[in-house]
């Protein structure tokens, strides 16, 4: 229903074009519904799960700053940090994700919006200039059960470094309607000046859609259905070979009735003989172990297929295995995480652009800069230990702050926390330096 009324709705209601192809649309939504769907067992969903978990773990975003900007965006920035891995899996399932801010009493949220609602419509480089989204879906029952959809449709379009965000509200049939009630408080149209990008972030996946084109991502697992459906097959067989091999005692009819009567369901079954005391147990060789490596072979394929190491979903064989050759076995796992990383820090740095003009907009906070850094964790590569000690030497050579050291101990602290923290124990256990007043330098 949506992508036969995308086209209708930009040229219709809100009069611009788009860089956005009607085969755009329809993969952006098979895409979606690929990665949602909860009927069968979902490989994209498997892989994109456990990769965020590899993307995010240990790892901490910073916005670092002395002033009100710093801690408005940081309210921001940690709570969205909490739900990082949800992002980051939406984002390798659905090919690509807008995190899109919006302002309500006098605070910055955002909302998560899959690729397929949202066309590209004009864009400058590497930066969105144009797009258009579809903001929100409201079913609505009414008398008699019928129920109502509502559509809520955002367009941004940059012009000269003024961008103009302007809302419509239609029906399912693309129809223009009044401001429904509950959308009452939405600015129907804004305009900003001095910016130069759409206001939002976009997180893409990163892998290859094998296109000049590169506007989308595509899902984790694209171009694999022909590996996927292999392994679907192959799991529908071992399921059969089961069933086909269920233990049962064959009986003569005789034996089914009388005083000391079997059961006639469950382990015996009637057979009708002649024999009164014929008896016959059922119970062939199950052909597990060959499906089982049939699964591990095609398991292994996928994975080469989308660019991991062994072990996503295969078995990883650690038998005679150095910790240090298991953890360079992940090498190909971690330059797909890597990757990822580098999307994610591209996203979020346009994401808090974009929160930092809404904040002056709204005259949330005085004004003042602040500093996105990302402290991503290595452990899928190194050892803890290790890590550890280069931290420790960093620090003891004066080229790493003590309070980067204790985040790396406590990740949910951020730089400020671990700062306080820091100074808090200095004043109850202060070191000899510090009662005779000398520093390091002085040294």
């Not at 192809?21 to 895409?31: A, G, H, I, P, R």
């Not at 399912?172 to 009044?178: A, D, H, L, N």
Request: one cysteine or more; proline letters at 2%; glycine letters at 6%.
């Amino acid at each position: 229903m949506l992508k036969s009324i995308w086209i209708w709705i930009l040229t219709n209601v809100f009069g611009v074009q788009t860089e956005t192809k009607q085969k755009d649309l329809e993969d952006n939504q098979k895409y979606a519904f690929q990665y949602e769907s909860i009927n069968e067992i979902n490989f994209n969903a498997i892989f994109s799960n456990k990769l965020a978990n590899y993307v995010i773990n240990d790892s901490v975003l910073n916005i670092e700053g002395e002033n009100a900007r710093v801690d408005l965006l940081n309210k921001t920035g940690q709570s969205m940090w909490k739900k990082a891995k949800k992002f980051t899996s939406m984002a390798f399932g659905f090919g690509g994700l807008f995190i899109v801010p919006y302002v309500k009493g006098n605070k910055i949220y955002y909302s998560l919006v899959p690729q397929g609602r949202v066309t590209i419509d004009s864009t400058d480089g590497d930066l969105i200039t144009g797009a258009t989204i579809l903001a929100e879906k409201k079913d609505i029952t009414k008398s008699m059960g019928q129920t109502k959809t509502y559509l809520r449709w955002s367009n941004y379009r940059l012009n000269n470094n003024v961008i103009v965000i302007e809302q419509k509200f239609t029906d399912e049939t693309g129809k223009v309607i009044p401001t429904p009630d509950f959308w009452k408080n939405i600015m129907v149209k804004q305009v900003i000046a001095n910016v130069d990008r759409c206001l939002f972030g976009f997180i893409k996946s990163p892998i290859n859609n094998r296109k000049s084109n590169d506007k989308y991502g595509v899902p984790i697992t694209y171009g694999c259905d022909a590996t996927i459906k292999e392994i679907k097959d192959t799991m529908k067989q071992l399921i059969r070979e089961f069933d086909l091999k269920e233990v049962f005692v064959g009986a003569d009819a005789t034996a089914f009735s009388g005083k000391d009567a079997l059961p006639q369901s469950g382990l015996y079954k009637k057979v009708d003989t002649g024999e009164s005391d014929f008896w016959e147990v059922f119970d062939p060789a199950l052909r597990d172990t060959s499906y089982h490596a049939r699964l591990q072979e095609l398991y292994k394929r996928l994975e080469h297929e989308v660019g991991t190491s062994y072990g996503i979903i295969s078995d990883v064989v650690t038998q005679q295995a150095t910790a240090t050759e298991i953890k360079r076995s992940m090498y190909d796992t971690f330059t797909l995480v890597d990757d990822m990383r580098s999307n994610i820090e591209k996203g979020l740095e346009d994401f808090f652009y974009a929160c930092d003009v809404l904040a002056n907009t709204y005259n949330l906070s005085p004004q003042g800069e602040y500093n996105l850094s990302f402290d991503w964790s290595y452990s899928l590569l190194e050892d803890s230990q290790e890590e550890f000690n280069h931290i420790m030497q960093g620090v003891n050579m004066g080229i790493v702050r003590k309070e980067e050291l204790r985040q790396w101990i406590y990740p949910d602290e951020t730089l400020e926390d671990s700062q306080k923290a820091i100074e808090e124990i200095k004043k109850t256990n202060p070191s000899i330096d510090d009662l005779v007043g000398r520093d390091r330098e002085e040294e």
